[in-house]
């Protein structure tokens, strides 16, 4: 009887978590400055700290809350300063050109978001303590990502969509395999961060050479 | 067998470590083609040393070792040797760009050691970890000339097979959960731990995790219609890396696709895991084909020879049967033979004549006699002409088709080889042997002779691509037999 209460607030705020998860995806869809964008990011980061952070409380799995204090001060914290301070301050165009307006673009998230969530449906699995589809939500993020690499012309953008679609991965693995060992978990996330300083210099590479970060500027291989 | 497969590791990393304290000096060259032999000495007492073809753990479960991962550790140690005596020669001082060889040894190396870990880390886990590492080294690498082209193409590289890993990911982690109602929350996915529970994993998130699997890790392979980077990458890489890029790191990113297929057809049945790959294979022969007749670029022209050559692989272990399967691992072996040399000789090429374009090219076996043999060769190996191992590993990949009655599938191979032999016969002929004394576009603009180094590394990838036309040893058979049994073999 007393664990009933716990159990119901712990549904009821992963179920919020997930929606403000999905909402902050779509929210990177309607920002057009790239400072934004990664602020978005953060913010999108955040939910899934708090996510893992309840999963790790309600199973009482201390694996799984150190990864998600971890997930904080890598995702929240430290990525999204070092795209902030190394990239971004360097380039002279802070408004990202758009191959699809805003508006069209969150039409087809929400699109994309449907699609996910009917997609995951035929999926027989339950998550941890999500709503089902539980794999709605995180292959939404996946999706959403995608479309926002392929429609902004802009290398710290690009940036931005792969570490929105890594984090519906991320999302995921917590979903439905809150098991899955620690040291794997860790060695993603400590994968990521060489690979956004190293995105970082290849962004600064790119813009030096081209004269800003637009693709468009650099676009020279075809065939 | 575990000690040794730590000592080439070991070596890898050392040699590492020692080139970039080194620095941009002659002794990192000789540093790191000593490593990647002994390293490629070091796999073969680990493969055939202890007859790994059923499968062997090592070091509790770190390590495991099978006729699937023996064919791949073998292929992706041979090239990262014959690259790396290659590259002693080409980065000789007054020959390569100052920037590239200064940071070329260590990332080379730390290249080659992720390619080594790839296929003997048992965690499935640890495996996307390496192939991820092979990524973020390796789009370094294509970038190292520093010119803008090779920066767009490692642009496009890093993000395009980043966002592919991501998907790959997910996959691993819809078949973990396909365990989960069978072997606890908190188990270690290994290939033997999953395996031994196949028929017991959750079959629709199996259907899901390797449909994922392949669209992800098939973008590292460069499977049509993920394939988008590859060209540039390979094309605008140094010469050396792009051999290491098409003979050994799409085997291992296929390597990651065809052990996750092994634990998906236990649980899902072997059909769904070889119609998967027959419509990516035949797609990726299929249209690498028609894109390689029109490039007039000879460096690009290799990347689709790659694509395709993936697709063949793919094709094979898609047709099913042991005779197939045991072609289309064959083929792994002698397509990285037949592509380090092809891609040497393309180094050669460009070394001289200072352009990628064919028409630029001219005259090849009169400026330098042996370069000429050497690309003309390669060129016939990699399009299949006998008595090279390509020839003989379709060869067996086409009987398979015909002996399991998919004689559309059979055909399209023999059509598509035959169209990329004219392509590529077409193409490295009027380079090498046309004169080239009427054109001074395409006269050679350096002129020396060959470096010992890159003759050396072009000779032994030539006589295994030959050898192995004309014989298969016994342990190489043997374990040809035990990758086929893994995957595609199983009918």
């Known amino acids: ?223 | 067998m575990g000690a040794w497969l730590i000592v080439a590791l070991a070596l890898a990393f050392g040699a590492a470590l020692a080139t970039a304290a080194l620095g941009d000096r002659r002794w990192s060259g000789v540093v790191s083609a000593l490593a990647a032999v002994a390293a490629f000495a070091v796999a073969l007492v680990a493969v055939f040393g202890y007859h790994v073809s059923r499968g062997r753990h090592a070091f509790g479960s770190a390590f495991f070792l099978d006729g699937l991962s023996g064919i791949f550790l073998v292929s992706v140690a041979f090239v990262y040797a014959v690259v790396a005596v290659y590259s002693a020669g080409y980065l000789l001082p007054g020959i390569g760009h100052v920037r590239l060889r200064r940071v070329y040894w260590p990332l080379l190396n730390l290249f080659g050691l992720a390619l080594l870990a790839t296929p003997i880390v048992a965690n499935l886990g640890v495996l996307w970890v390496a192939v991820e590492l092979t990524t973020v080294v390796s789009a370094l690498l294509v970038t190292a000339e520093g010119s803008d082209p090779s920066l767009e193409a490692g642009w496009k590289y890093i993000v395009i097979g980043s966002a592919g890993l991501a998907v790959g990911l997910l996959g691993i982690v819809l078949i973990y959960a396909a365990g989960v109602p069978r072997l606890g929350d908190h188990y270690t996915p290994t290939y033997s731990v999953l395996a031994a529970a196949g028929p017991h994993l959750n079959r629709a998130l199996v259907h899901a995790g390797f449909a994922f699997v392949l669209v992800g890790f098939g973008t590292k392979v460069g499977l049509v219609p993920m394939h988008a980077w590859l060209p540039d990458a390979h094309s605008e890489g140094p010469s050396p890396i792009s051999a290491m890029l098409s003979g050994a790191l799409l085997a291992a990113a296929l390597y990651a696709v065809l052990r996750l297929g092994a634990v998906a057809q236990l649980a899902v049945g072997a059909s769904y895991v070889h119609v998967l790959l027959l419509v990516f294979g035949a797609l990726s022969l299929l249209l690498a084909g028609f894109f390689a007749l029109r490039q007039t670029n000879y460096k690009r022209l290799l990347a689709y020879s790659s694509i395709e050559h993936m697709g063949i692989v793919s094709l094979g272990v898609g047709i099913g049967g042991p005779i197939a399967a045991y072609g289309a691992f064959f083929h792994v072996v002698v397509h990285a033979a037949a592509k380090t040399l092809a891609f040497f000789g393309a180094g050669e090429l460009l070394s001289r004549f200072e352009s990628r374009e064919v028409d630029r090219v001219r005259g090849v076996m009169r400026a330098a006699p042996f370069t000429g043999t050497m690309v003309l060769l390669g060129a016939l190996a990699i399009a299949g002409v006998p008595p090279f191992g390509i020839f003989r590993s379709e060869l067996l990949i086409v009987t398979g088709g015909f002996q399991h009655s998919k004689f559309a599938l059979a055909g399209l191979l023999v059509l598509f080889a035959n169209v990329a032999f004219v392509g590529l016969y077409q193409t490295f002929h009027r380079m090498v042997l046309s004169r080239g004394d009427r054109d001074e576009r395409a006269t050679p603009r350096l002129t020396r002779s060959e470096q010992p180094l890159m003759a050396a590394a072009m000779l032994a990838s030539l006589a295994v691509v030959l050898v192995l036309g004309l014989w298969i040893p016994g342990p190489l058979n043997e374990l040809l037999h035990g990758a086929a049994a893994v995957i595609g073999g199983r009918t």
């Open chain 1, 1 to 223: 009887m007393h664990a009933a209460p716990h159990y119901d607030f712990a549904h009821a705020t992963a179920a919020l978590l997930a929606i403000a998860a999905l909402l902050s995806a779509l929210a990177v869809l309607a920002v057009k400055q790239v400072h934004e964008q990664v602020r978005v990011y953060a913010v999108l980061s955040l939910f899934a700290a708090g996510y893992t952070l309840l999963v790790g409380a309600e199973r009482a799995d201390v694996v799984l809350i150190v990864l998600g204090v971890w997930t904080a001060v890598i995702k929240v914290v430290v990525i999204p300063v070092a795209i902030d301070r190394q990239i971004t301050r360097q380039i002279s165009e802070h408004e990202v050109p758009l191959v699809v307006q805003v508006p069209m673009s969150l039409l087809i998230g929400v699109a994309l978001a449907g699609l996910s969530y009917w997609s995951a449906s035929a999926l027989p699995i339950h998550g941890a303590l999500l709503p089902s589809p539980a794999l709605g939500m995180p292959l939404a993020l996946v999706l959403v990502g995608f479309f926002f690499m392929i429609t902004r012309q802009n290398v710290i953008s690009q940036i931005v969509g792969l570490l929105v679609l890594e984090n519906g991965v991320f999302l995921a693995t917590v979903a439905i395999a809150p098991g899955l060992p620690f040291a794997i978990g860790f060695l993603l996330l400590l994968d990521l961060l060489p690979a956004v300083l190293f995105y970082g210099v290849f962004a600064r590479l790119i813009a030096a050479r081209a004269r800003g970060t637009s693709i468009e500027d650099m676009a020279v291989l075809r065939g």
